[in-house]
């Protein structure tokens, strides 16, 4: 774990413990407030004026969302594994928070630094596809058995470029380590040396959020909701929730793996390496904090503006295109790093 | 400390093992198999083979785990019948041969009088990714090499039981 | 070693709680009254066809079959990115051999239309 301590007169407060709090809290109210600037840039682009009832400029909206979701029934349908049904919606909400252990927010602003970071990332998120397919399973019902199908088949195929890509990356840095990643990019960005690498990665990105233009999964002309079409109440609110959760890591993954992390671009030029810590610290996580929401705005954008891919398109994107492309693209990277070193 | 986490992990490995077998309903079995990888993986943890405990999780539960689920639902699998219905004479030769394998567990157990294996100190460097490249793209480059033209028979294996389904059928 | 992984303990345990958490609030604040009609799965509106858990295209258990292979090379990749500068030409090349031999399995796939989804072409 993180072995700095904050001292704050007679306190002594170890930083993974504030990490990890403000981590936790920061990705649960991510959701909250991605749902509502999602359904304002939504009403923007279609020229409507969207929720503006509860509160100052309807910024109460998520809140008033939650309660209604609280409040309403919850069905389990006949026929239907109740348990699994149960267990479903929990699974993804659980892996996405497991994410927040090995992300640095900050230079020493991390809550572990372990040796495996990268593949432990890639475990969890490996995980979550249990979520949707036993949601789909569970619920007794043909639209969902698809959806969740669909999910789990989509979901697999793109961890294979993902990973590949995050293998490119790997082979510049030499680490698998988070920290040693986001610390590498103080001069260059691994976007500037990799771009190929990292437009596979932000597609997949964006294929594993499960939203426009891959959401086959909850298409609602074809499978009416997808594999939620059975859930209700705050079963359903969980597989919201985890969505937006999804969203945002997929925004600091991306930040992390090829936009700089928390550096400027070429930061090394002008940032003076005896900054005052404290000063550091906030300059640091308002620029990651920025790059994360330009991304989660990139992903709001594309939802609203690009149609729906067939199922056959997506399935030849993720393994036609992409999946040659990042190994190809690994073995270049390779070649040209170690003939050059 | 890391006594009693052994504990709760080796219950937890043998207990949904145990479910694993028990359980009647095929999905509920294979979901009791990913949470006995977890706790394997937890395992390998403690013995601080850190590389070893995340390639469990992302290979066995992310995704041999998710074939098996996949499988299970391709095949559509009604519940276990019930497998005691009448006495036959196999499952009682099938009770004293599993009985005689437990028993040679247990006898090999008693003789253990350590617990846990000593873990060398220079284990938690051992354990790590740049050791396991270290060894791995040396020592065992052949097996390695290997590794690839099995998993390309693999592909093309399931690729052929697919077709040949289908020109039977 | 150890104790860099007992914040992760840590958060599991509560994401764990949390999940419950949500669960029991929604149970405990919202109604229950289960009718019959209410409790069928969802159908546009009639009462359900047919059972819901059939065979279906085995196109989705070759993709997972296509994916455990491939994330297997994934993985072997890993170790050998973090080291290869230091481990000298052979290993290098023995790697390039170890990937070209997997993009050329993954080639034949998609020559012989495993991975096609498309309707009019798909020859499984």
Redesign the interface.
């Known amino acids: 774990?993180n072995p700095a301590i904050l001292e704050i007169g007679p306190l002594a407060i170890p930083v993974?413990a504030i990490v990890?709090g403000v981590g936790?809290i920061s990705y649960l109210n991510s959701a909250a407030i991605l749902v509502y600037a999602e359904r304002r840039i939504a009403a923007f682009i279609q020229n409507r004026v969207g929720p503006n009832r509860v509160g100052p400029f309807g910024l109460l909206q998520p809140l008033a969302d939650v309660l209604k979701?609280?409040?309403?029934?919850?069905?389990?349908?006949?026929?239907?594994?109740k348990k699994?049904h149960?267990i479903a919606?929990?699974i993804p909400?659980?892996t996405a928070?497991?994410s927040?252990?090995v992300i640095p927010f900050g230079a020493g602003l991390y809550?572990?630094?372990?040796?495996?970071a990268?593949?432990?990332l890639?475990?969890v998120a490996?995980?979550g596809?249990?979520g949707v397919?036993?949601a789909g399973?569970a619920?007794?019902?043909?639209?969902?058995?698809?959806g969740g199908?669909r999910a789990?088949?989509q979901m697999?195929?793109y961890?294979?470029p993902m990973?590949?890509a995050v293998?490119s990356v790997?082979?510049m840095t030499?680490?698998?380590s988070l920290v040693d990643i986001a610390e590498s990019q103080s001069m260059w960005w691994n976007f500037f040396v990799n771009p190929l690498g990292a437009v596979i990665f932000i597609i997949c990105a964006f294929a594993e959020s499960n939203r426009t233009p891959f959401d086959l999964v909850e298409a609602e002309q074809e499978l009416?909701g997808g594999f939620h079409?059975?859930y209700s109440?705050?079963?359903f609110?969980?597989f919201f929730l985890a969505e937006y959760m999804h969203v945002f890591i997929g925004s600091i993954l991306i930040t992390t793996f090829f936009f700089g992390s928390y550096h400027l671009p070429f930061a090394d030029l002008y940032i003076p390496a005896d900054m005052n810590i404290w000063l550091k610290g906030i300059l640091d996580v308002s620029v990651f904090t920025l790059k994360v929401c330009f991304w989660c705005f990139v992903f709001i954008w594309v939802r609203w503006t690009i149609p729906r891919f067939k199922?056959?398109q997506v399935?030849?994107l993720g393994?036609?295109r992409l999946?040659?492309l990042s190994?190809?693209n690994?073995?270049v990277i390779?070649?040209i790093?170690?003939f050059t070193? | 400390m890391i006594v009693y986490l052994f504990i709760l992990l080796a219950v937890l490995a043998i207990g949904s093992a145990l479910a694993m077998v028990i359980n009647k309903?095929v999905?509920?079995s294979a979901?009791f198999l990913?949470i006995n990888m977890v706790s394997l993986a937890g395992i390998y943890l403690l013995l601080n083979a850190?590389?070893l405990a995340?390639?469990q999780?992302?290979v066995y539960?992310?995704?041999i785990m998710?074939l098996f689920?996949?499988v299970i639902?391709l095949l559509n699998v009604e519940d276990e019948e019930k497998l005691f219905d009448k006495f036959r004479v196999k499952y009682f030769l099938a009770f004293i041969l599993g009985a005689a394998v437990v028993g040679q567990i247990f006898y090999s157990i008693a003789g253990v009088t350590d617990m846990l294996p000593e873990i060398s100190s220079n284990m938690a460097e051992i354990?790590?990714?740049?050791e396991a490249g270290d060894v791995l793209y040396t020592k065992y480059l052949l097996p390695f090499e290997m590794t690839a033209i099995l998993l390309t028979a693999a592909v093309v294996g399931a690729l052929m039981v697919a077709q040949y389904k289908i020109k039977k059928g | 070693m150890l104790?860099?992984?007992?914040?992760?303990l840590?958060?599991?345990g509560?994401?764990?709680v949390?999940?419950?958490l949500?669960?029991t609030?929604?149970?405990i604040?919202?109604?229950?009254?289960?009718n019959?009609h209410?409790?069928?799965?969802?159908?546009s509106g009639m009462d359900?066809v047919g059972e819901?858990?059939?065979r279906?295209s085995i196109?989705?258990y070759l993709?997972?079959m296509?994916?455990i292979v491939?994330?297997l090379e994934?993985?072997f990749?890993?170790p050998w990115?973090?080291?290869?500068?230091d481990l000298g030409l052979g290993t290098?090349i023995s790697?390039?051999v170890f990937?070209t031999i997997?993009?050329i399995g993954?080639?034949y796939t998609?020559k012989k239309g495993t991975?096609?989804?498309?309707?009019k072409t798909n020859k499984i």
């Open positions: 774990m993974w990890l936790m979701l609280l409040l309403k029934e919850d069905v389990t349908p006949t026929h239907g594994y699994l149960a919606p929990m909400v659980i928070l497991l927040v252990a809550v572990t630094d372990i040796n495996a990268v593949l432990y890639l475990a490996s995980l596809v249990y397919t036993l399973w619920s007794n019902s043909k639209y969902s058995l698809l199908l789990a088949a697999i195929s961890e294979l990973g590949m293998a790997i082979l030499g680490s698998l009416v079409t059975e109440s705050m079963k609110g969980m199922y056959n399935m030849k393994w036609a999946l040659p190994i190809i690994f073995m390779a070649t790093m170690y070193n | 309903n999905v509920n979901l990913v850190q590389f995340v390639i999780i992302l539960a992310g995704a998710v689920l996949f639902m354990g790590t990714v740049e | 104790d860099s992984y007992f914040p992760i840590i958060l599991a509560i994401a764990i949390l999940a419950l949500l669960m609030l929604s149970r604040l919202g109604p229950y009254r289960p019959k209410k409790l069928n799965p969802y159908e359900p819901a858990r059939e279906y196109s989705f993709v997972a296509e994916f491939f994330d994934v993985v990749i890993y990115a973090v080291r290869y500068l290098f790697m390039m990937i997997l993009l993954l080639l998609l991975l096609d989804w498309d309707l």
